[in-house]
């Protein structure tokens, strides 16, 4: 049976030799990870398999399906993903800011581990490994709960993970995976405050909602988009297309895939049906309001009119919303009304109106003529990332080393007392 205060005590317990270790010693186990992982990829491949056949005997949605599934390379990537954490600059222990005050006390913030972190996330095997890495290169320890689709690829890798940190002579409950889908341990881990620091939830608008209403735990609150792109009457269509194509197509599964297309009717009777003709190469389904229904509705393109709720729905899948809008006002109330401020893109050559969507877009990534598929830890430079913040305390976008950090005061005196 799952002893969630014990997996808290030893958590806590590991947490305090993480923080001790040296940026080499702790680079040491990444690489450990990382070629324990190489070295057990049948194991990993043959335990994700039998996660895959569970979850279509379920039923399970392709796009969750795609989340699901570890290949050979994505394995490999993991391996890399880890290596590449390992060469970053480690933050523990760099200052932050330093100063020396009028009565000559020297103070300085210094970088320091949070502690532990409880995770929580769902159809993503791959997340193991990335806060696994994250986390021991920033010295923090973390307890996994992964979602029940993926407990048997979650285990396999935390028994890598573990096997990586016992040939490091470090403790195996720096980072552990909670071994049951019992989801009664949720809510449990959720009320765990006095031994985990910070809860981050990855998973859909339910799990949030949850922990952020249940949690005596601070929650960073990420990993739910929906991302639109506003293609504006000075857009490069032809450009726009390979954009609007990338950012739902590449990978329609993720967060920071577009589920809401938004164009100025100066160029709407031109771009619609050129993207649609696009678009329908790879099977995506269009859900259209009116106006964009009415230039679409001659076009060999699967449309559907868009329903009451289509423009609040993340879609994960081969699904993208279209509509009409006025203006750069009406695209900015648009996306402030249905966002969840995760990634937004303007499509334009009008310095002005890029500006101003920068200005008065507040999302977590506003992006000027790019697909919003760049809202990632790995595209921005940071190795990997443990989530997508779209809150606006501590941490915005996706979250690496520096945003698993907090500091304390550091203030050296000279025999100084107070009068």
Known sequence: MTNLTLMGKNAKSASRVLATLSS????AVLHLIADEIESQVDFVLAENAKDIDDGKDA?????????????????????????????????????????????????SKRRIPIGVLGVIYEARPNVTIDIAALSLKTGNAAILRGGKETLRSNLALGEIIQSALKKADLPTSAIQVIDTPDRALVKE????????????PRGGAGLHRLCIEESTIPVITGGMGICH?????SADLARAVDIVENAKVQRPSVCNALDTLLVHPAVAAEFIPQVAARLVQSKVEL?????????????????????????DTEWLSLIL???????????????????????????TNNLENANRFVNEVNSSAVYVNASTRFTDGGQFGLGAEVAVSTQKLHARGPMG???????????IGDGHVRE
């Open 24 to 27: 080499a010693e702790k680079n």
């Open 189 to 200: 881990l959720l009320r765990l405050d006095k031994y985990v620091d910070m809860l981050i």
């Open 321 to 347: 919303g279209v509509k009409v809008v006025d203006d750069l006002d009406e695209a900015i109330a648009h996306i402030h009304a249905h966002s969840t401020e995760h990634s937004d893109s303007i499509l």
């Open 59 to 107: 039923g399970l949605s392709q796009a969750v399906l795609d989340r699901l599934l570890l290949t050979e390379k994505r394995v490999q990537a993991l391996a890399d993903d880890t290596r590449s954490v390992a060469i970053l600059v480690d933050p523990v222990g760099s200052l932050i800011d330093a100063k020396v005050l009028p009565n000559g006390l020297r103070l």
């Open 229 to 233: 792109i506003f293609v504006d009457e």
């Open 401 to 411: 080393l520096e945003e698993l950090t907090t500091y304390k005061w550091v203030v």
């Open 287 to 311: 859900r259209a309001e009116p106006q964009a229904l009415s230039i679409l509705e001659n076009i060999d393109a699967d449309v559907n009119p868009a329903g009451e709720n289509d423009f």
